[in-house]
DNA sequence: CTTAGGG
DNA sequence: CCCTAAG
């Protein structure tokens, strides 16, 4: 039905290289009923939220509704006539130019109230985890691995704004220098798996939720065509499924049809369909262990995608999703509590997305809009049309990222919650509890504090997810410290099990030998300290204990002053909360203290208002012996102070001071 | 990013 | 503990 000759390319694709970019993009769940129940009306659409300039682009999922195999069967003869009309419609250069083209707009009829600029095609699939557009500058500075960043022509995305939010691989073999549009071979491929019967049957049935009473909502699988990246088929991956049940390999769906339950082609759909929250929401302790139910079905072992970068969660702000994959079956929907069945061995959380990107595509007709045009789109398409916010991907993807490093490095429960609390009103019904129930937590306390912190004092910077104190004009700085992406999860991380982030981490810790870490972490370290000059302020304060003062010594002993990431590296690796910095003030105020106690012993007495930790006499000495072993850079002031201030304190008393305890720092 | 240093 | 400058 389709040409398999290379792919002419138009005079547009001369000089706008092309590619498809394949952004994964997970919708929040979607209301729906139970299984094989509605999707819902609004499924068909979607938006994706690229970045400013262009907040939203509208998709259409499914051009002419949804239709079923057979309507669309049907409807074919209906709707090459309706394309041929909006073909001639069609500006002159992308209909003359490129058959293969219109063929592939003619094979993905729909209604073009979509609108995209006119040369480009969006395309969408999935269970709406997966949106791939085809309409791309190629970029090809940022050519990594196969992979090329892009950008949308018409400057509806700059190219830097879809680093990490999309990336895109040409569909074709270069030739000439430029990009071709995928091509048909790829196109035909796909189809013909798809039309498979055995497929057809198990996908529209269990999947594609054909056959039910509301297919006609249903996306029809004819209306999908694969752009199926091959290379992203590692070799120990072997067997790839991509979201919405779309399939990029024949050998894999062979093997999965063959012999495999329709229960294991669930677990396929739902891995491939769950959406990053609901993928990582869930119960397996050691969540990263596991076995898929079936031999046949070893899909998920030793596949490594970077969910980060390349899955994007979506939510939309009218609360109607077009997720298919949650109207599909969700793990939480369909599946029972054995879900651990689909498990995944050795998942690597840098492997996730090509899970998720898979793409089906379609041609998104075009109406030549403009970006500017956009922003008027809500009322120029119908409501089943989703919005997508945007900076949605920012929001939504970054939280994951430090969720899978949480999860991997805890190798414990750690719950995801804290997802868009607007699909809680959506979800009505019991398999929307169950969700919600898993994928919502009540946030941490600390995260509540922080929150509210936000309200009241908007624009802090964020040490984790920590606000700090506004000072100084730098606010965009985000992110200040190696170990930040471990602590950005404190909002995501739930409190049942871990409370805060500090949990979390003594999770982490767990693994190490018992630490004291642990012992303490339950002491509430962050506390809201008044100021009296700028009101609230908070304030991490997590009281050093004597084994972490001794450890401290011991690395400063060891490395000497101001190694302190690698003394930090070396003794605190546990106390991810102990950062270099931390070390430092920490060693600074010992020696402080230690000159401190020093003359309190000598000169003044016992002023001694200090409620923090009393260290031991030998403690301190020992830092003394430190510090003339290791000389704190300029650690003068308090001496220069105590003296400038009191000249009592003057260097004969220093110097006729007691003993071989006498400090030497300076100098 | 790491360290030093002021606050 | 926070923040920033400097390298």
């Not at 909006?86 to 083209?101: K, L, T």
């Not at 209306?223 to 399939?247: E, H, P, Q, R, W």
């Amino acid at each position: 039905m389709i040409d398999k000759k290379p792919l002419p390319h138009s005079p547009v694709a001369r000089d706008i290289e092309r590619a498809t970019v394949v952004a994964s993009v997970s919708l929040p769940s979607t209301p729906r009923g139970p299984l094989g129940k509605a999707l819902p009306s609004t499924c068909h659409h979607a938006s994706l939220c690229l970045s400013d300039p262009s907040p939203i682009i509208p998709i259409r999922l499914s051009p002419t509704g949804l239709e079923s195999v057979a309507e669309a069967k049907q409807s074919k003869a209906n709707a090459a006539q309706s394309r041929a009309k909006a073909n001639a419609e069609r500006a002159p250069s992308a209909s003359s130019s490129s058959p293969s083209r219109l063929r592939r707009f003619a094979r993905f009829p729909r209604r073009s109230s979509a609108s995209i600029a006119s040369t480009s095609r969006i395309g969408g699939t999935t269970n709406c985890t997966s949106i791939f557009m085809e309409i791309v500058e190629v970029v090809r500075d940022d050519c990594k691995d196969g992979m090329v960043k892009c950008a949308i022509e018409d400057g509806w995305v700059k190219p830097s704004m879809c680093q990490n939010n999309f990336t895109c691989k040409p569909v074709q073999d270069e030739i000439h220098g430029v990009l071709f549009p995928a091509s048909e071979d790829e196109t035909m491929e796909v189809e013909h798996l798809l039309l498979e019967p055995q497929i057809e049957k198990d996908l529209s049935n269990n999947i594609m939720l054909m056959g039910s009473e509301h297919s006609k909502e249903c996306l029809a699988i004819e209306d999908f065509t694969f752009a199926v990246d091959y290379t992203d088929c590692k070799a120990d991956f072997g067997k790839i499924y991509s979201d919405a049940a779309l399939i990029q390999k024949h050998e894999f769906v062979d093997s999965m049809l063959q012999g495999v339950n329709e229960g294991n082609l669930h677990g396929q759909s739902n891995f491939c369909s769950i959406c990053p929250e609901l993928f990582w929401d869930n119960d397996c302790a050691e969540s990263l262990e596991v076995k898929c139910a079936s031999q046949n079905t070893s899909c998920i072992r030793n596949f490594r995608s970077d969910l980060r970068t390349k899955s994007i969660g979506i939510h939309s702000d009218a609360g109607e999703f077009s997720d298919l994959s949650n109207a599909l079956n969700s793990p939480y929907d369909a599946a029972t509590p054995d879900r651990d069945a689909y498990l995944f061995d050795d998942v690597s959380t840098n492997q996730l997305p090509d899970v998720f990107r898979s793409s089906l595509g379609w041609d998104a007709s075009v109406e030549g809009k403009h970006p500017s045009q956009c922003s008027s789109m809500p009322n120029e398409i119908d409501d089943e049309t989703i919005w997508i916010p945007k900076n949605l991907f920012e929001e939504v993807s970054s939280p994951f990222g430090s969720i899978f490093d949480t999860t991997k490095l805890c190798g414990r429960d750690v719950r995801v919650g804290n997802f868009s609390e607007a699909h809680k009103t959506h979800l009505g019904d019991e398999d929307s509890a169950v969700i919600t129930n898993k994928r919502l937590r009540k946030p941490t306390r600390r995260y509540i504090e922080e929150t509210s912190d936000l309200k009241s004092r908007c624009c802090r910077e964020t040490r984790g997810l920590v606000i700090q104190k506004q000072r100084g004009l730098h606010a965009s700085r985000v992110q200040r410290r190696k170990n930040a992406a471990v602590m950005g999860n404190e909002t995501i991380i739930s409190k049942d099990e871990f409370l805060t982030v500090d949990e979390s981490r003594a999770t982490y810790a767990l693994r190490f030998p018992k630490s004291e870490l642990r012992n303490n972490a339950s002491e509430d370290w962050t506390r809201t300290v008044r100021n009296e000059k700028s009101g609230i302020r908070r304030k991490h304060h997590r009281l050093w204990t004597l084994p972490e003062v001794m450890k401290l010594i011991e690395g400063v002993s060891h490395y000497g002053v101001g190694r302190w990431t690698d003394i930090k590296r070396l003794l605190f690796a546990t106390s991810a909360f102990r950062t270099s910095v931390d070390l430092k003030d920490k060693w600074r105020n010992l020696l402080r203290a230690s000159a401190a106690q020093l003359h309190d012993r000598k000169q003044v007495g016992p002023h001694k208002k200090h409620v923090t930790l009393p260290i031991p006499q030998y403690v301190m000495r020992r830092i003394r012996e430190l510090s003339a072993i290791h000389p704190y850079p300029r650690e003068r002031k308090p001496r220069a102070l105590l003296i400038s201030s009191n000249p009592v304190f003057s260097r004969s008393n220093d110097n006729s001071s007691s003993g071989d305890d006498e400090l030497t720092e300076e100098t």
